[in-house]
């Protein structure tokens, strides 16, 4: 008996989102964790990947604690042991040492890079706090006054303008006026990737486009003639026969009809960063985020505190990475030091030799 596709999409649909509440429940996660993430995600208003995030670091965490004080065999595979059994006392009698032990394992037993280690431990910080201060639970917090590690600072990766322009002209295929504005909007606007996959055709007024960034937090972008031009003309095609339009108020559509997601619109960056000749050079979805705002910087004298309300930054200091300087400006400082000009005296360098 074939299942009509009308009927395999509602049981996908089900499917999926029994999934979904699976994995939100935390069903393999103790009580003493679930408390957290939902107070993240309900009170704090933290993104679902957020939350997602945390869960999966203090689950690690906490099987390391399991397999450190329970003393399991050495052949244990880490990712079956199940924690759902640890309760209050347990957490209490968490200590600093533990923290310390659990960061050198992630660090040199899992080979977590620095920011990783980081992030782990910005996660137990905010844990802790949260069982310590917030609900008391526990009486003290064995994160406090552990410094977070040391992390490479490295400049952001982006486009030179020249590339930039070879990558708009790269684009083409059946969607050209899709993937053009796609990407005309990475490198115009700054937005992140999730930023762009969730733009609704009424978040588009005139010259202006609201956004919803982290931590569901809304701003205001204004819209250029070039995003204005290719957004009309997508519109067109989007209207026309190129679509079976489905999602009729996302912007983006896949050739379903239904709003992009985020990895097709990689695979469509991808494609043309390939076509472009550029790949192979580390560049992403997220490096045409940083193009955005090191060209606003460099060309455009945009100040620090306007870039940052562009990219919906929370705090200046991470808008400062694109303050970077570039090679032409270092050469031209050396070459401005009135000492530049000096040659070597050879006539005393002969009169030595004599």
Same mark, same amino acid.
């Given at each position: 008996?074939?299942?009509?596709?009308?009927?395999?999409?509602?049981?996908?649909?089900?499917?999926?989102?029994?999934?979904?509440?699976?994995?939100?429940? @935390?069903?393999?996660?103790?009580?003493?964790?679930?408390?957290?993430?939902?107070?993240?995600?309900?009170?704090?208003?933290?993104?679902?990947?957020?939350?997602?995030?945390?869960?999966?670091?203090?689950?690690?965490?906490?099987?390391?604690?399991?397999?450190?004080?329970?003393?399991?065999?050495?052949?244990?595979?880490?990712?079956?042991?199940?924690?759902?059994?640890?309760?209050?006392?347990?957490?209490?009698?968490?200590?600093?040492?533990?923290?310390?032990?659990?960061?050198?394992?992630?660090? @040199?037993?899992?080979?977590?890079?620095?920011? %990783? $280690?980081? /992030?782990?431990?910005?996660?137990?910080?905010?844990?802790?706090? @949260?069982?310590?201060?917030?609900?008391?639970?526990?009486?003290?917090?064995?994160?406090?006054?552990?410094?977070?590690?040391?992390?490479?600072?490295?400049?952001?990766?982006?486009?030179?303008?020249?590339e930039s322009r070879k990558l708009l002209e790269s684009v083409g295929g059946d969607?050209?006026? /899709?993937?053009?504005?796609?990407?005309?909007?990475?490198?115009?606007?700054?937005? /992140?990737?999730?930023?762009?996959?969730?733009?609704?055709?009424?978040?588009?007024?005139?010259?202006?486009? /609201? $956004?919803?960034?982290?931590?569901?937090?809304?701003?205001?972008?204004?819209?250029?003639?070039?995003?204005?031009?290719?957004?009309?003309?997508?519109?067109?095609?989007?209207?026309?026969?190129?679509?079976? $339009?489905?999602?009729?108020?996302?912007?983006?559509?896949?050739?379903?009809?239904?709003?992009?997601?985020?990895?097709?619109?990689?695979?469509?960056?991808?494609?043309?960063?390939?076509?472009?000749?550029?790949?192979?050079k580390g560049y992403s979805t997220h490096k045409l985020r940083h193009t955005a705002?090191?060209?606003?910087?460099?060309?455009?004298?945009?100040?620090?505190?306007?870039?940052?309300?562009?990219?919906?930054?929370?705090?200046?200091?991470?808008?400062?990475? @694109?303050?970077?300087?570039?090679?032409?400006?270092?050469?031209?400082?050396?070459?401005?030091?009135?000492? %530049?000009?000096?040659?070597?005296?050879?006539?005393k360098k002969k009169s030595k030799k004599n």
């Amino acid at each position: 008996m074939q299942i009509p596709v009308k009927c395999f999409g509602i049981i996908l649909l089900i499917l999926n989102f029994f999934i979904w509440v699976y994995f939100m429940n @935390y069903n393999d996660a103790p009580e003493i964790i679930k408390e957290f993430l939902f107070y993240c995600r309900t009170i704090k208003n933290r993104s679902p990947r957020t939350v997602q995030g945390y869960y999966l670091d203090l689950r690690t965490f906490f099987r390391f604690l399991k397999f450190k004080k329970f003393n399991l065999p050495d052949d244990t595979e880490f990712s079956k042991i199940d924690i759902r059994d640890l309760d209050i006392e347990f957490l209490s009698k968490v200590s600093r040492i533990d923290i310390y032990e659990y960061l050198q394992y992630v660090t @040199y037993v899992r080979k977590n890079s620095s920011n %990783s $280690v980081a /992030r782990k431990l910005s996660c137990l910080k905010s844990y802790f706090k @949260y069982m310590s201060e917030k609900t008391k639970i526990i009486n003290d917090n064995p994160t406090a006054n552990i410094d977070s590690p040391s992390v490479k600072k490295s400049l952001p990766k982006f486009l030179s303008l020249d590339e930039s322009r070879k990558l708009l002209e790269s684009v083409g295929g059946d969607y050209e006026s /899709r993937d053009y504005c796609i990407i005309t909007l990475f490198l115009n606007c700054g937005m /992140r990737l999730s930023e762009l996959v969730g733009i609704d055709l009424d978040d588009i007024s005139d010259d202006t486009l /609201r $956004v919803l960034g982290k931590g569901n937090k809304e701003r205001i972008v204004f819209l250029n003639d070039a995003c204005v031009n290719a957004i009309n003309s997508y519109l067109i095609d989007r209207n026309g026969e190129n679509y079976k $339009v489905i999602d009729k108020n996302a912007l983006f559509l896949n050739r379903n009809g239904r709003r992009i997601s985020p990895r097709r619109v990689q695979q469509i960056v991808d494609e043309n960063l390939n076509k472009a000749g550029l790949s192979n050079k580390g560049y992403s979805t997220h490096k045409l985020r940083h193009t955005a705002a090191t060209l606003m910087y460099r060309y455009g004298d945009v100040d620090m505190l306007a870039l940052k309300e562009i990219l919906g930054h929370e705090h200046v200091s991470t808008t400062e990475i @694109y303050t970077h300087i570039s090679d032409k400006q270092l050469k031209s400082a050396m070459h401005s030091n009135p000492l %530049s000009d000096i040659k070597p005296d050879n006539k005393k360098k002969k009169s030595k030799k004599n």
